[in-house]
């Protein structure tokens, strides 16, 4: 069973969907088992993607970030009684369902510390099953981090919930140990993964977009107007168009003033069959730096500028910084971001490929190997090995 609590986007989400579609193609082989799971979310619209074979949702109700902390998305309840609501949900799919292995996507206990009671009543059902806390390569800055964890309690206690901790990243490009962004009394049980990058399952493109293109896209769009408002007056290179994909979140007002202020040789969308799909046609790609975007964008050859979100959170200004200054992919800081500066970079890098090279993007594989291991299982190839020699051939 894989949980996210999906309070604005579809990253949450779209990253356990990622590892859902890996360990259904890779555990059978791994264990000799078939496998079965239920993806729990927060965001309705997630079950628009596709799931694995054997696999389902599970939809909580929803909840969206208000002014003084968490609020119900929909229902016209309070908080306290929402929160009742998705912990008793979560106590009767654990109980019923009686998984072996349980990723908890990000935040420990959930929302509101949702999840303790169900995680305690499986550890006293089903001490046998393994529950892992996935987080992605950045939490924050080390200040904010650090007061997040000091929020969960003792982390003994935290210890006592958890088998291990997946960091979905390469540490030699951010190390969130090192940093201080996950305390080192938890070192212990990190296991760094490799970003959940090669591999990722994708559709046909919608193809209502000429090609040559060049892409710009936001995510869920929630927050993405700015970015998508400067980026659609930017001028079209010759002999391409221009597609902005808004996100299924972004408001209509927001997706109309865009598409009025869009430069001849732009269309601007709400949403597509398939971001990944438009990315790897792409001739060049703008995108916000959220996790799973970069994501798929280095599963690409595709040369990339990432305009991060710098509020509230700093997660994606300093994945975007860490990624340029490997060399990854460009960064505009949304201070500089204006049309002529996305014009001229059009100009520069359109259609030239931009192979990525050291750095461990093999993360869906490997998260497949982690979960046998953790299960009880062999698995012939150490992963140790595995990075080291994939590293070699990158190198080379």
């Known amino acids: 069973m894989l949980y996210s609590h ?6 949450h989400t779209r ?7 890996s360990l259904a193609a890779n555990l059978p082989g791994l264990t000799n088992r078939k496998v079965t799971g239920l993806l729990v979310t927060g965001e309705s619209q997630a079950t628009r993607f596709d799931s694995p074979d054997g696999w389902d949702w599970v939809v909580l109700p929803g909840i969206s970030k208000g002014s003084d902390g968490y609020v119900p998305r929909n229902l016209a309840i309070n908080q ?9 949900i979560m106590e009767a799919v654990l109980s019923e369902f009686r998984p072996h292995l349980v990723v908890v996507d990000r935040h420990a206990f959930g929302v509101d510390r949702e999840l303790i ?22 939490l924050d800055s080390p200040k904010v981090a650090r007061r997040e964890w000091e929020a969960l309690g003792s982390l003994d ?52 977009t000429a090609k040559p293109y060049v892409l710009t896209m936001a995510g869920g769009g929630s927050d993405g107007r700015a970015m998508l408002l400067t980026a659609a007056q930017a001028t079209v290179p010759h002999g391409y168009e221009h597609l902005i994909v808004t996100g299924p979140q972004m408001p209509k007002e927001d997706r109309v003033l865009i598409e009025k202020s869009a430069a001849p040789g732009t ?25 799973n975007s970069v994501c798929e964008i280095m599963s690409t050859n595709t040369p990339a500028l990432v305009v991060p979100r710098v509020h509230p959170r700093r997660e994606q200004l300093i994945r975007a910084e860490s990624l340029a200054r490997h060399e990854l992919m460009d960064m505009c800081h949304p201070d500089q971001f204006a049309p002529q500066v996305l014009t001229d970079w059009f100009e520069t890098v359109v259609g030239t490929p931009a192979p990525r090279h050291n750095v461990d993007l093999n993360g ?27 590293k070699t051939l990158a190198a080379v």
């Open 6 to 11: 999906d309070s604005q986007g579809l990253g």
């Open 15 to 21: 990253r356990n969907l990622a590892l859902a579609h």
């Open 80 to 88: 306290s009684k929402l929160i009742r609501l998705r912990s008793q």
């Open 117 to 138: 009671s169900a995680l305690s009543d499986l550890k006293k059902a089903r001490p046998s099953c393994k529950v892992v806390l996935g987080l992605r390569e950045i």
């Open 157 to 208: 206690r935290l210890r006592g919930y958890f088998d291990e901790l997946w960091v979905y990243g390469d540490p030699d490009i951010h190390d969130p140990v090192a940093s201080g962004e996950i305390p080192g009394k938890l070192a212990s049980m990190v296991r760094y993964t490799g970003y959940l990058a090669t591999g990722r399952q994708s559709r046909r493109r919608t193809g209502t």
């Open 267 to 291: 269309r601007v969308t709400s949403m597509v069959r398939d971001g990944l799909a438009e990315m790897r046609e792409a001739s060049a790609i703008v995108s916000m730096g959220g996790y």
């Open 364 to 390: 869906l594989h490997t998260v497949g190997e982690y979960a046998a291991e953790l299960l009880g299982f062999t698995v012939p190839t150490p992963h140790t090995d595995l990075r080291s020699d994939w």
